[in-house]
């Protein structure tokens, strides 16, 4: 029987794909565990790529209530000292020419403050993304993910062009072969590519790929904007995921765990020559400026850098990908790992649990997680991530290991998994 929280969730929240109904309600979240109302403990191995602290850090948390104490809120027009500091840090981070920053309180409305620098520096108004990646789900951003969305939700922006992915039937070569097509089709009109330099769902494009594509931007005037909402911030084993491949974006966009878990915040951070439309209003939001959530990321990128979790998540990443090798080896079920740093997936082999790839799989392959005592998402069709918190300790590791490889020496329970709700 389920706890009446979730069946009163149910009743009050919309329904929604991901997210609600929810299969289970929580009472604790505390470093990169989760704990809920029935008392099951488990790894956080998904965290919406927001936990790269982990839930809690003590850090954190203090400089959040002295914050509260100090100043709780700053109304628009206002700076203050957070807010300068934050954006400042940012910019010292970035390793390209000049910049300059803009906040907002969620990656979507982030992705479309970098589509709005892009169409007034360019004066052109149509995009290229990847078909089947993800930028948000606002009108704009979320029209960036899917030439087709679900017809019941109408038209998105026009000026759209979709592109296979690095990742999809033909890999890097198909994908740059068409993004020539599409910019000698269309000359003098695309404003940016936006794309994510390592895709969420973990897939690696190969190291000249991003270079090859910037200089065809560059060829054409087109802008290259990068979302590193779910890889910034060290989660690959570098601060910006960029940087594994030599290439500077005209913009980057950073979210989820610029907030440490705790708040939202999101960041545009740009090439200063883009700030050419000072008289519109490009990003200005309520809390642009809190000085609560501007505290929030600035202690998180402190934290990052003083407890080393950039060369952490290398460190911690090259690790698992070779005990996941190993295990690989020694049960089929299991097909391999991809991914960077600790934004990892684990691949797996349907048919070795006589079940076909796709959504039923993966419900139940997360289900089988679950009763492990791991939380985790779906990647792909055969795929999960195992992406924990940069602060996760070796011990809590190693637990994560021995209980992945209980679910892949033992494919029948996955098979005999109740279909879960993710």
């Known amino acids: 029987m389920k706890h009446s929280l979730i069946a009163r969730d149910s009743a009050a929240f919309f329904h929604q794909e991901g997210s609600s109904p929810c299969p289970f309600a929580l009472v604790a979240a505390q470093g990169a565990w989760l704990e809920d109302v029935e008392g099951r403990r488990f790894i956080d191995l998904h965290g919406n790529t927001a936990h790269h602290l982990g839930y809690g850090h003590p850090t954190l948390t203090a400089a959040l209530?002295?914050?509260?104490?100090?100043?709780?809120?700053?109304?628009?027009?206002?700076?203050?000292?957070?807010?300068?500091?934050?954006?400042?840090?940012?910019?010292?981070?970035?390793?390209?020419?000049?910049?300059?920053?803009?906040?907002?309180?969620?990656?979507?409305d982030a992705i479309e403050i970098a589509l709005k620098l892009a169409r007034t520096a360019t004066g052109r108004h149509e995009t290229i993304s990847f078909e089947g990646s993800y930028h948000g789900h606002?009108?704009?951003?979320?029209?960036?993910?899917?030439?087709?969305?679900?017809?019941?939700?109408?038209?998105?922006?026009?000026?759209?062009?979709?592109?296979?992915?690095?990742?999809?039937?033909?890999?890097a070569q198909a994908t740059l072969a068409e993004?020539?097509?599409?910019?000698?089709?269309?000359?003098?009109?695309?404003?940016?590519?936006?794309?994510?330099?390592?895709?969420?769902?973990?897939?690696v494009p190969p190291d000249d790929f991003w270079r090859q594509v910037k200089l065809l931007c560059a060829e054409h005037g087109v802008l290259l904007i990068f979302d590193e909402i779910p890889s910034g911030l060290g989660k690959t084993g570098r601060f910006f995921a960029f940087e594994h491949f030599g290439v500077v974006p005209d913009a980057v966009v950073l979210g989820k765990a610029l907030g440490g878990g705790i708040v939202p915040i999101a960041a545009v951070i740009a090439d200063a020559r883009l700030d050419v439309a000072p008289d519109l209003d490009l990003g200005h939001y309520t809390h642009e400026k809190n000085p609560l959530t501007t505290r929030a990321a600035l202690t998180t990128i402190e934290i990052i850098e003083s407890e080393g979790l950039t060369a952490r998540a290398q460190e911690l990443g090259a690790h698992v990908m070779s005990r996941i090798a190993r295990l690989a080896a020694e049960h089929p079920f299991l097909a391999g790992g991809r991914g960077k740093g600790l934004l990892?997936?684990?691949d797996f082999r349907p048919d070795h649990c006589g079940m076909a790839a796709g959504v039923d799989f993966i419900d139940a392959l997360v289900r089988a997680f679950w009763q492990e005592g791991l939380s985790t998402t779906g990647k792909g069709p055969a795929s999960v991530g195992f992406s924990p918190p940069l602060t996760i300790s070796d011990d809590e590791i190693t637990q994560a290991l021995a209980r992945i490889e209980r679910v892949a020496r033992q494919p029948e329970l996955v098979s005999s998994r109740q279909p879960a709700m993710i």
């Open 65 to 108: 209530k002295r914050q509260l104490d100090e100043l709780p809120f700053a109304p628009r027009r206002f700076t203050n000292t957070p807010a300068v500091l934050l954006a400042e840090k940012l910019l010292a981070k970035w390793p390209g020419n000049r910049a300059k920053v803009l906040f907002a309180t969620g990656g979507s």
């Open 344 to 346: 990892l997936a684990l």
């Open 179 to 203: 993004l020539r097509s599409v910019l000698a089709k269309n000359p003098d009109r695309i404003d940016a590519l936006i794309a994510e330099p390592i895709r969420s769902n973990c897939h």
């Open 138 to 171: 606002g009108f704009g951003a979320f029209g960036l993910s899917r030439a087709m969305p679900d017809k019941r939700l109408g038209p998105f922006l026009p000026g759209r062009h979709h592109i296979p992915g690095y990742w999809q039937a033909g890999g």
